[in-house]
């Protein structure tokens, strides 16, 4: 996928000293989003986790949702729940044990810093450094995961996501010959 430049503006930090507020990096061969971008990626998605998780559960509502493919299901399903439950698998899949620990620690049990450098044993500078790293590495692997990433929300959350792949009709043959009729009856 391509990061462009109207998408990463609204993102990026005004006062970035890298991007200076543009959000794009300029390599060598390709654009590549800044590390304030991939952050404000992260810390939306980690937002609506957070309501997700303190919404009232009689709150949360099934919909239905369309399956991409050829057939073209349809399915109930509720989106709050699968919401949390990618954001913390994704988690689980994409961080090393050691950062794990830390996003488990701090982002779903809530422990501040000091709590955390005294049950990981990490200073203060290493737990900050971790925490940049760890969402960094999520922001990008939640905006360009396929088929579906977790970011942008409105797309995650929305039900029509089949209208990213267009119906086709199925090709068929012209009828080479004349439908046949059954013979009326005349009137007596
Ligand atoms: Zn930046």
Same mark, same amino acid.
């Given at each position: 996928m391509e990061w462009t430049r109207s998408e990463t503006l609204a993102l990026a930090s005004a006062d970035c000293a890298t991007c200076h507020g543009l959000g794009l990096v300029i390599g060598k061969r390709t654009e590549s989003p800044c590390n304030c971008v991939l952050r404000e990626v992260f810390r939306t998605c980690y937002r609506r986790f957070r309501y997700c998780v303190a919404k009232e559960k009689s709150m949360t509502k099934t919909s239905l949702q369309f399956t991409p493919g050829t057939d073209r299901r349809r399915a109930w399903g509720r989106k709050?729940?699968?919401?949390?439950?990618?954001?913390?698998?994704?988690?689980?899949?994409?961080?090393?044990?050691?950062?794990?620990?830390?996003?488990?620690?701090?982002? &779903? &049990?809530?422990?501040?810093?000091?709590?955390?450098?005294?049950?990981?044993?990490?200073?203060?500078?290493?737990?900050?450094?971790?925490?940049?790293?760890?969402?960094?590495?999520?922001?990008?692997?939640?905006?360009? &995961?396929?088929?579906?990433?977790?970011?942008?929300?409105e797309e995650y959350f929305s039900s029509t996501v089949e209208t990213a792949r267009p119906f086709v009709a199925p090709q068929t043959a012209a009828p080479d010959r004349l439908p046949v009729h059954p013979p009326l009856r005349r009137a007596a």
């Open positions: 709050d729940e699968e919401y949390m439950a990618d954001f913390v698998l994704v988690a689980r899949r994409e961080l090393a044990p050691k950062e794990y620990r830390v996003f488990n620690y701090h982002f &779903l &049990l809530g422990a501040g810093w000091a709590l955390c450098s005294k049950k990981l044993e990490i200073d203060r500078g290493n737990f900050y450094h971790m925490i940049y790293r760890i969402e960094q590495k999520l922001g990008r692997v939640f905006r360009e &995961l396929e088929p579906y990433g977790l970011f942008p929300l």
